[in-house]
């Protein structure tokens, strides 16, 4: 079936540094891809997302290439803020099915 | 933004009892989910429900977990007998179509913690 592994955290970085956090899936055919974050105290929330291969997702300065070759779709930031404190989901879905596949989540501390 | 809201957020049982957890979809909504994550481990699907019915449903999904639409607003998840390994946070989701590329709307969670 379907998998997503993503990197095991936690992550702990300073404010303005560099951000990657790897995800690679495994899928039938052609998943949409997804990041997905949640902060302290709120439900999980789309970051962006991908829908074939060589897309660019991006939103608030996170980008996430959907890379077929490579099955990945990695996370980056390039000068990370304090308020991107929060656990990091990578997440797959194929067409032929209702649900999103999860990695096991990545927590980001950002310190000032 | 529109919100899909979950009750309660916390919920402590003793093994063994009944529990039902609450979730209020977005109201255009027509597709609905619940997903788990025991803690340290990935978020598991557990469930999906379309037009008053099972959609789809994982393995973990057993005949202790049952799924309802009591009425046009609330989505419930109820656990009939509670073991120690149902402790999870549980995450309720909807969407208005299940496009591929369709997001899912998510709860804040209910953290529930079997004893």
């Known amino acids: 079936g379907d998998s997503v592994t993503q990197m095991e955290g936690p992550v702990t970085l300073s404010e303005e540094a560099f951000l990657t956090i790897n995800c690679t899936y495994t899928a039938t055919g052609y998943p949409s891809l997804f990041w997905y974050v949640q902060y302290p105290g709120e439900g999980l929330q789309l970051l962006l997302k991908?829908?074939?291969?060589?897309d660019k997702g991006s939103n608030k300065g996170f980008e996430a290439t959907y890379r077929k070759e490579t099955t990945s779709f990695h996370l980056e930031k390039g000068s990370v803020q304090v308020s991107d404190s929060a656990v990091y989901f990578c997440a797959s879905r194929g067409r032929s099915n209702y649900k999103l596949t999860f990695g096991k989540g990545t927590l980001l501390t950002v310190n000032p | 933004e529109p919100e899909v809201t979950q009750t309660p957020s916390h919920q402590v049982t003793q093994m063994g009892q009944e529990v039902i957890l609450r979730c209020v979809p977005i109201?255009?909504?027509?597709?609905f989910y619940w997903y788990r994550q025991i803690l340290g481990q990935k978020v598991e699907f557990l469930v999906s429900?379309?037009?008053?019915?099972?959609?789809?449903k994982s393995e973990i999904f057993d005949d202790q977990f049952s799924v309802e639409r009591p009425d046009g607003s609330n989505f419930t998840l109820k656990i009939r007998s509670t073991k120690l390994e149902d402790s999870a946070m549980y995450f309720c989701a909807s969407t208005a179509q299940t496009d591929q590329n369709e997001k899912l709307f998510f709860g804040s969670g209910t953290q529930l913690s079997v004893l």
């Open positions: 991908a829908t074939k291969a060589d």
């Open positions: 429900f379309y037009n008053n019915e099972i959609s789809e």
């Open positions: 109201s255009n909504h027509l597709y």
